[in-house]
């Protein structure tokens, strides 16, 4: 069974950085596209960031391209999302999740089946 653990959350001002990371276990990580979502009290989750199976193909929303960057690293089974210049809007629960779609691609949002229990990051201005 896919397991996913997210550490990294916590606060900034406005302007700093963060970085995230999600460990898979259960599985063969490189078998598995991943993906960054958020979500705010109130609203649906959103996917920010996704990257492919073998880390050569990445998406980004427009609220965070150029300011986040989503990487991983197969042989330590783990995905990162760099956050960079962070502003208030940036405050939400973010979740990693995998998608084991058969696709060398970048999975689509509604790809992904197995989440990670979310990690809050909050921006102050």
């Known amino acids: 069974q896919v397991q996913l653990v997210e550490s990294g959350g916590g606060s900034r001002q406005a302007g700093g950085s963060l970085r995230l990371s999600c460990s898979l276990s259960?599985?063969?990580?490189?078998?598995?596209?991943m993906g960054w979502f958020r979500q705010v009290p109130g609203k649906d989750r959103d996917f920010i960031a996704g990257?492919?199976?073998?880390?050569?193909?990445?998406y980004y929303a427009v609220s965070v391209k150029g300011r986040f960057i989503i990487s991983r690293d197969n042989a330590k089974n783990t995905v990162f999302l760099q956050m960079n210049s962070l502003n208030p809007e940036d405050t939400a629960v973010y979740y990693c999740?995998?998608?084991?779609?058969?696709?060398?691609?970048?999975?689509?949002?509604?790809?992904?089946?197995?989440w990670g229990q979310g990690t809050q990051v909050t921006v102050s201005s």
């Open positions: 999740a995998a998608s084991h779609e058969p696709k060398h691609s970048v999975p689509l949002g509604f790809e992904y089946a197995t």
């Open positions: 259960g599985r063969t990580f490189s078998d598995y596209g």
């Open positions: 990257i492919s199976s073998s880390g050569g193909s990445t």
